[in-house]
């Protein structure tokens, strides 16, 4: 597979406080990739950072081979790269559908409607609810109403931060079902997360993040055995 999103050297944080440094990390095409990492340990930061929301103060990012490193959130965006940032961030009065159209705002109508229809495909219980104002369903279905609206730009590459934050075991299965699916269909997904034995049960590739560094990488199964994770993250 080839290279989808890369950082080299990337380095971040707030004013002289640098709180990541020195991450090397990949994305291929068409993979499910995981950063994992205790509170504090700089993933929001890292998110931040590639969205453009924070700039970079060493280091680059490239996507699809092309620099992004001084290129605006929306000049990003429309690159390919999206953000769903921690929190849900919905339109609450909106409803599902216009929620979810406000994604796909550069497209023309046409593409609009037929990107809405392979979203409500992968989302089922979103089409069954289009006409539900947003604030209204519960957190499980606002947090897939916030990917969903992310999809509707068809991005290259999606970031999560913590989409899972809050939801019960069960919707978290679901919505990692529905990335691994989103992967699938050709945009690579990178999602930083806690839930550390379900992401890494279900990515391919993963990343833990301590203290604003990479500490370890390897495939879910890999890292899963490792002492480090064992210890540390899943208490065995
Ligand atoms: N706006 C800010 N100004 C100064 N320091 C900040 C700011 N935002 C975050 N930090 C600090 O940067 C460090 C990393 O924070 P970050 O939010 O990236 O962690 P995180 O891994 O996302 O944690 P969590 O799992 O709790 O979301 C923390 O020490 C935090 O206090
Ligand atoms: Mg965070």
Do not use: W
């Not at 519960?138 to 999809?151: C, F, H, K, N, Y």
């Not at 934050?165 to 990178?190: D, E, Y």
Request: overall charge neutral; charged content about 20%; proline content about 3%.
């Amino acid at each position: 597979m080839s290279i989808l999103l890369e950082t080299r050297g990337l380095a971040a944080g707030y004013g002289a406080l640098q709180i990541i440094k020195n991450i090397d990390i990949r994305v291929e095409h068409g993979s499910f990739t995981v950063v994992v990492g205790p509170n504090g340990a700089g993933k929001t930061t890292l998110m931040s950072a590639l969205a453009g929301v924070l700039p970079v103060a060493a280091g680059e990012i490239r996507l699809d081979g092309q620099v992004l490193n001084t290129l605006s959130v929306s000049q990003r965006v429309k690159s390919g790269l999206v953000l769903v940032p921690e929190g849900r961030h919905l339109f609450g009065q909106m409803t599902v559908q216009e929620n979810l159209e406000l994604g796909g705002y550069l497209m023309t109508a046409a593409q609009r409607r037929q990107t809405m229809d392979e979203v409500c495909a992968l989302f089922p219980r979103l089409a069954e609810r289009r006409d539900q104002a947003a604030g209204s369903m519960s957190g499980g279905e606002q947090q897939m109403v916030a990917v969903g609206r992310a999809l509707m730009g068809r991005p290259r590459c999606i970031l999560l931060d913590e989409p899972a934050l809050g939801l019960a075991p069960r919707m978290v299965a679901t919505l990692f079902r529905i990335l691994r699916q989103v992967a699938q269909n050709g945009t690579g997904v990178l999602l930083v997360e806690q839930n550390v034995r379900q992401a890494l049960s279900i990515c391919d590739h993963a990343y833990i993040l301590e203290q604003g560094l990479v500490v370890a990488e390897g495939s879910g199964p890999e890292l899963l055995q490792g002492e480090r994770i064992r210890k540390s993250y899943l208490g065995l």
